[in-house]
């Protein structure tokens, strides 16, 4: 079946093990988070938003208010969020979004990852052209008309509103907006009622570079590496489906 079906059936199983790896990259923004507004819940938007990621993806509860409690300690490291650009093989774009407690280990560690696969690391906004900063809502869409809905969201920054399938093949509602919106949508969407899944800022592609199946396999190398540094927290890339 070749080189390429058995990297793609190699990735599943390492999807399934990265489970822990999301738990402890959730963990980190709710420590990132209290340290920023404080433990309440109700009055930090950022930490409701990484509690409601958190139950998302089934993070256990007791975890959960584990890292609430452990970001109240004066022994709790302090985390700077950085990002890095560069290029993977074959000319794909790929950015970097880290949380560090060592920036020298980090910047370290995610140039050593491109060079081993055959990339490069950019200057910071090199990639401005090609990846746009989004927040994205995910919700559960249920019988609720969705023109109705859409018009409702209009003056909360509603961009773009569809429907896909999850990773259970339910259906999914996702919304955008535009990165300064995120809190006003965020807002509009409780007030409604909206059972929202999950809220997140992503980086989101404005085009697309195209690759052979062998190619994708060079830059999904990369790409896993970073996603298994404990220092990173998401990689965005621009390589078509």
């Known amino acids: 079946m070749g080189r390429a079906f058995e990297f793609r059936k190699e990735r599943k199983f390492k999807r399934w093990a990265k489970m822990a790896v999301q738990f402890t990259r959730l963990g980190k923004?709710?420590?990132?988070?209290?340290?920023?507004?404080?433990?309440d819940i109700n009055t930090?938007?950022?930490?409701?938003?990484?509690?409601?990621?958190?139950?998302?993806?089934?993070?256990?509860?007791?975890?959960?208010?584990?890292?609430?409690?452990?970001?109240?300690?004066?022994?709790?490291?302090?985390?700077?969020?950085l990002v890095y650009e560069g290029y993977a093989a074959h000319g794909v774009a790929v950015l970097v979004e880290t949380a560090t407690d060592n920036i020298n280990r980090t910047v370290?560690?995610?140039?050593?990852?491109?060079?081993?696969?055959?990339?490069?690391?950019?200057?910071?906004g090199s990639l401005d052209f090609i990846f746009t900063r989004k927040a994205v809502?995910?919700?559960?869409?249920?019988?609720?008309?969705?023109?109705?809905?859409?018009?409702?969201?209009?003056?909360?920054?509603?961009?773009d509103l569809f429907v896909e399938a999850d990773e259970e093949g339910k259906d999914i509602g996702v919304l955008h907006t535009a990165f300064?919106?995120?809190?006003?949508m965020q807002k509009a969407l409780e007030e409604m009622g909206l059972e929202v899944k999950s809220a997140k800022l992503e980086r989101?592609?404005?085009?697309?570079?195209?690759?052979?199946?062998?190619?994708?396999?060079?830059?999904?190398?990369?790409?896993?590496?970073?996603e298994e540094d404990d220092d990173v927290q998401a990689v965005y890339h621009n390589m078509a489906e």
């Open 29 to 39: 923004e709710i420590v990132m988070a209290v340290k920023a507004g404080g433990g």
């Open 44 to 81: 930090n938007s950022r930490l409701r938003t990484a509690v409601q990621n958190s139950k998302a993806v089934n993070m256990p509860k007791d975890r959960v208010e584990a890292a609430i409690k452990r970001a109240t300690s004066r022994d709790e490291k302090d985390y700077e969020e």
């Open 108 to 124: 370290a560690n995610v140039r050593s990852y491109f060079t081993k696969y055959n990339g490069a690391l950019g200057k910071t």
């Open 137 to 159: 809502f995910t919700f559960e869409p249920g019988d609720r008309d969705l023109e109705e809905l859409e018009f409702e969201l209009i003056d909360a920054g509603l961009e």
């Open 180 to 184: 300064e919106d995120f809190g006003k």
């Open 204 to 226: 989101i592609p404005q085009s697309f570079k195209d690759v052979t199946e062998e190619q994708a396999v060079d830059v999904l190398k990369l790409i896993d590496r970073l």
